[in-house]
């Protein structure tokens, strides 16, 4: 009776040590990224433009997979120099560009303000009532000078949650917090012009995740 006792205390004890996987959906604006459709299939990701922050989404319509290889990039019909715009690297491996700009092969993508100060944005959108653990980071994607200066944005449902701005290639500004959401409110990660005015030299990576306790995934169903 006592070895027996001995043993499943030793059992109960090993079980606790073991870390329990958190139950919930992550999303990742990385490994999310819709290279078929406008809004994404699933409908949490979209990406678009505004003239001022606030103003209604206005989104990309054009899938570009040929002005850059390796990269896919969203943007509209009257873009200038391809921006405004969002784009990933596709290619599986970085890809350094002969005017300074990097695309990483992973994590972070591509955001470019437009010549008119349109902001870029990714827009996500929630399906659950749930408190968000939302993470991530604006940074230069430019090696060279000249150096990028572009102001950054974090909102939900149009407040400005966290703002900051680029104003070197070593730039990194990160940010991270929680944010109860209900279905149909939605996050934007902008990128302004910054500054200067000017969107020379302004393509801004940015990395996020959003990981929700009790929200569904793509699936449909709750994710480990």
């Given at each position: 009776m006592?070895?027996?006792?001995?043993?499943?205390l030793a059992l109960a004890a090993t079980f606790a040590c073991v870390p329990q996987a958190r139950q919930g959906t992550t999303f990742d604006?990385?490994?999310?990224?819709?290279?078929?459709?406008?809004?994404?299939?699933d409908g949490f990701w979209r990406y678009g433009e505004v003239?001022?922050?606030?103003?209604?989404?206005?989104?990309y319509q054009i899938l570009d997979t040929t002005s850059q290889p390796g990269v896919d990039?969203?943007?509209?019909?009257?873009a200038i120099s391809?921006?405004?715009?969002?784009?990933?690297?596709?290619?599986?491996?970085?890809?350094h560009l002969d005017n300074g700009v990097f695309f990483p092969a992973k994590d972070v993508v591509h955001m470019h303000p437009g010549a008119s100060g349109q902001f870029s944005v990714f827009r996500?959108?929630?399906?659950?009532?749930?408190?968000?653990?939302?993470?991530?980071?604006?940074?230069?994607?430019?090696?060279?000078?000249?150096?990028?200066?572009?102001d950054v944005f974090v909102l939900g449902d149009g407040m400005v949650l966290f703002t900051d701005s680029i104003e070197s290639n070593a730039d990194v500004k990160k940010f991270g917090f929680t944010l109860s959401v209900a279905p149909g409110d939605f996050v934007d990660f902008?990128?302004?012009?910054?500054?200067?005015?000017?969107?020379?030299?302004?393509?801004?990576?940015?990395?996020?995740?959003?990981?929700?306790?009790?929200?569904?995934?793509?699936?449909?169903?709750?994710?480990?």
């Open positions: 006592k070895r027996a006792l001995v043993a499943s604006v990385f490994a999310d990224f819709g290279v078929q459709t406008n809004p994404g299939a003239a001022a922050l606030g103003d209604p989404l206005t989104l990039t969203w943007l509209n019909p009257d391809v921006a405004p715009s969002v784009g990933q690297n596709v290619s599986g491996q970085d890809i996500w959108t929630a399906k659950d009532t749930s408190d968000c653990q939302i993470s991530g980071a604006f940074r230069s994607l430019r090696e060279e000078a000249p150096d990028t200066t572009t902008a990128v302004g012009f910054g500054a200067d005015e000017s969107f020379t030299a302004d393509s801004t990576g940015f990395s996020a995740t959003l990981f929700c306790p009790t929200a569904s995934g793509p699936s449909g169903a709750a994710s480990p």
